[in-house]
């Protein structure tokens, strides 16, 4: 339908095995930045080997120097999750920070396990959505029901493309100027 505004919730869509979503918004957010955009959020950097695990890593779109681990060491012996709702709770503030300032576009990492039980950056979530703040989010289809309970069903769900985003994001951007 012709005029309608573009949903401002986006959440990439992430299987296992499917592109990665990781360096897609990653890309996106470099691509927007560049252009001049207001984007602020997290990004989830390449993740190094470590003897005890995965070293997960997020890093902050706006000030690449800033990075956040959320990933505690469990142990050599250790197969449950390894992720730490500590580092998790510190790299919250960087969504803080984009409702503050405001962010013209918002980046999320994850709506992951803490996120469905609503922990994690939920509260931060939904102060960007409550506040108007168009959102990227990758989210793993084990979570979709969770996600769409999460955003009442109100978010565009896309594949990890390039392509996708930029016609996503230029839609939102002609809007935003039309209505003001």
């Known amino acids: ?10 959440a990439l869509l992430h299987e296992a095995g499917g592109p990665d979503p990781d360096a897609v918004l990653a890309a996106f957010a470099t691509r927007q930045l560049a252009a001049g955009h207001r984007v ?17 890593v997020l ?5 690449p120097t800033s990075r956040y681990p ?7 012996a250790a197969c449950g999750c390894n992720l730490d709702p500590r580092g998790v709770a510190d790299a919250s ?4 920070r ?14 992951g396990t803490l996120e469905a039980q609503g922990r994690g950056m939920a509260d931060e979530l939904l102060a ?7 959102l990227l989010i990758v989210v793993n289809t084990r979570y979709l029901a969770e996600w769409r309970d ?6 565009l769900e896309l594949p990890p493309s390039a392509a996708a985003l930029q016609h996503w994001w230029d839609a939102c951007r002609s809007t935003a100027a039309t209505a003001g």
């Open 93 to 96: 503030e960087v969504l803080r």
């Open 1 to 10: 339908m012709a005029g309608t505004m573009p949903a401002r919730i986006v």
């Open 40 to 56: 602020r959020g997290l990004v989830a950097l390449p993740h190094e080997a470590a003897p005890t695990g995965r070293h997960m």
């Open 150 to 155: 999460f955003t009442g069903g109100q978010a």
């Open 98 to 111: 984009a409702v503050r300032e405001p962010a013209e576009l918002a980046l999320a990492n994850r709506f």
């Open 70 to 76: 959320i990933s505690q060491a469990l142990g050599p």
């Open 59 to 63: 890093g902050d779109v706006a000030d």
């Open 128 to 134: 960007l959505m409550l506040a108007g703040i168009p």
